[in-house]
């Protein structure tokens, strides 16, 4: 039986994008119910990889189904245009963002960051050029071709610079002292290491193939801010509730809470609903909505994950 090896790339590449816009998506979801500053950053830096590698099936899946044909020629201009743009950006951005993130994370002084930065920005805008420059030399090819080596040979270049942020991982995490940023630097390095050795194989061997290893660095990356993510929202916002409960009163004293209030903290805290509360209370369900929220309100709070956190902070506090 004939295996069909461009049909098992596109499958894996499916399964990559698919891994990826998984993880963004409950990292979004996470940051809804949070409206976490932390989460919202490292959610962040996984928007740009998804729709990248969003662009990346979408070309693909139209070349590999044919349905390029149903486009006009006009119409694929424009395609190409904004496609080649779009990609150029997108890579450019994703550079950045990951540039950024190594920068917070280096026991550097405040103005070696601040430098550190000015110069990432400063080798990105040169790598979008070169980027730019490349449309305009492919212009005269057809959009098909444009995209296609835009996709093959300008991620793969712009994919090789993360090797340098691997090194400059490498180079601090020794005199990196916090706990949790050596464990992100080390990410980095998982991470990015292996480009090294897989950016030569998709150039010379896989330049054709739908589905690069570069793509596995970018979902170990992916994945590793997932698990930091899943870490620190059990941590502050679905923490083990006993230990919490010795604090709930002198939290809802400095907080002006009332009694009743206090009470529903509790019930809210153990995980009850509205109507379950209003049933253990002997109150009507509207009586203990209007409780709920006035609670929320003098918290500055929108559901009970945001309550776990404040009360998990004055823990701390103390």
């Given at each position: 039986m004939d295996?069909?090896?461009?049909?098992?790339?596109e499958l894996c590449l499916y399964l990559t994008f698919s891994l990826i816009f998984s993880i963004t998506l409950l990292c979004t979801i996470l940051f809804i119910r949070t409206r976490d500053t932390i989460i919202a950053h490292f959610t962040g830096m996984l928007y740009?990889?998804?729709?990248?590698?969003?662009?990346?099936?979408?070309?693909?899946?139209?070349?590999?189904?044919g349905r390029q044909s149903i486009f006009s020629i006009k119409t694929t201009e424009i395609f190409a245009l904004f496609g080649s743009l779009l990609l150029c950006t997108l890579i450019t951005l994703v550079l950045l963002t990951i540039s950024s993130y190594l920068l917070n994370l280096l026991p550097l002084e405040d103005k070696r960051k601040r430098l550190g930065k000015i110069l990432s920005r400063l080798l990105c805008g040169i790598f979008f050029f070169i980027c730019i420059f490349s449309i305009i030399l492919l212009t005269k090819k057809s959009w098909d071709t444009t995209i296609r080596r835009l996709i093959r040979d300008l991620f793969l270049f712009g994919s090789l610079f993360l090797?340098?942020?691997s090194i400059v991982a490498i180079i601090f995490l020794k005199s990196t002292v916090e706990p949790e940023k050596k464990q992100l630097l080390k990410g980095i390095i998982y991470s990015f290491l292996p480009l090294v050795l897989f950016s030569p194989i998709d150039f010379f061997f896989l330049r054709q193939s739908a589905f690069k290893l570069t793509f596995i660095v970018y979902t170990i990356f992916v994945v590793s801010m997932y698990l930091y993510i899943n870490r620190y929202y059990i941590r502050y916002y679905e923490p083990e509730i006993e230990p919490l409960m010795p604090q709930i009163d002198f939290f809802c004293e400095r907080?002006?809470?009332?009694?009743?209030?206090?009470?529903?903290?509790h019930l809210l805290i153990e995980g009850n609903t509205n109507k379950e509360i209003a049933k253990i209370l002997y109150i009507s369900i509207n009586t203990v909505?209007?409780?709920?929220?006035?609670?929320?309100?003098?918290l500055g709070v929108t559901n009970r994950v945001q309550i776990l956190y404040k009360i998990k902070l004055n823990q701390q506090g103390e």
């Open positions: 295996i069909d090896i461009g049909l098992i790339q740009p990889i998804t729709i990248l590698f969003f662009f990346n099936f979408l070309y693909t899946y139209i070349f590999a189904t090797t340098i942020h907080n002006n809470v009332s009694k009743r209030e206090k009470e529903i903290i909505k209007t409780h709920v929220k006035n609670i929320y309100q003098k």
